[in-house]
């Protein structure tokens, strides 16, 4: 089975931290996502890889960053967290679609930041 | 633009009734695939169905199966003998399946299974 993990469950970080939201998925999928989750917004896109190195701004880019320095690793950074960016955050991978027709996204657990 | 819409924020249905779950959404691509996600309390995010655009018969996984009006832009879900873990957030989602890799996700519906 394909396996998402994200390093923590749940966060507490004080205004202006750095936050490393990490992810890691074992089954050598090219595409990677990071989403925010709040209620009545549903799933919004923050950024997503499609290959290391490689980052494409999602619809809420501002004021986070990721990095893909392995392929089965995708981190987002929270530059200067600031109490709006209170949220869950779900990362999530794919196969890319060249090389099996399989578009399902498998997810991580979550991780509950509160920016405090 | 490309969204897709869920009208109903919470339901509630009965132990082994049957319950409908709405979805709409708006793309001007010809080629895609659907996706109903489930998100148990406190737990992951998992596929329950998926539809390809190009298919008219509607998908089938058990108890989930769909009904899909591609000219209407609709995808609804529909749970049949619905189970106390049926509870959890749904989500309706679509992808295209040429340029952008972007999985759109709709706003969730909260269905509750009662006893």
């Known amino acids: 089975d394909v396996k998402v993990t994200q390093s923590s469950r749940y966060l507490v970080k004080r205004t202006g931290e750095k936050v490393f939201l990490e992810c890691v998925q074992d089954m050598d999928h090219e595409n990677m996502f990071w989403y925010r989750q709040d209620p009545g917004l549903g799933l919004r896109l923050i950024y997503f890889?499609?290959?290391?190195?490689?980052?494409e701004k999602g619809d809420i880019p501002e004021g986070y960053s990721v990095s893909r320095e392995k392929k089965e690793r995708f981190s987002l950074i929270l530059e200067s967290a600031s109490t709006n960016q209170t949220s869950m955050y779900l990362c999530a991978s794919s196969l890319d679609r060249g090389v099996i027709f399989d578009t399902e996204a498998f997810f991580g657990q979550g991780t509950r930041l509160t920016v405090v | 633009a490309q969204t897709v819409t869920q009208s109903q924020p919470e339901m509630s249905v009965q132990e082994a009734e049957t319950v409908t779950l709405s979805c709409t959404y708006d793309t001007s691509e010809n080629n895609y695939y659907l996706f109903w996600y489930k998100q148990p309390p406190s737990r992951q995010m998992i596929l329950v169905i998926r539809q390809e655009a190009y298919k008219q018969q509607n998908a089938t996984e058990n108890r989930f199966s769909v009904n899909f009006q591609k000219a209407a832009k609709s995808f609804s879900l529909k749970i049949s003998d619905s189970q106390l873990g049926d509870t959890a957030m749904y989500f309706c989602a679509f992808i295209h399946t040429s340029g952008t890799y972007k999985y759109i996700f709709g706003t969730g519906t909260r269905l509750k299974v009662l006893a």
């Open positions: 890889s499609y290959d290391v190195k490689m980052k």
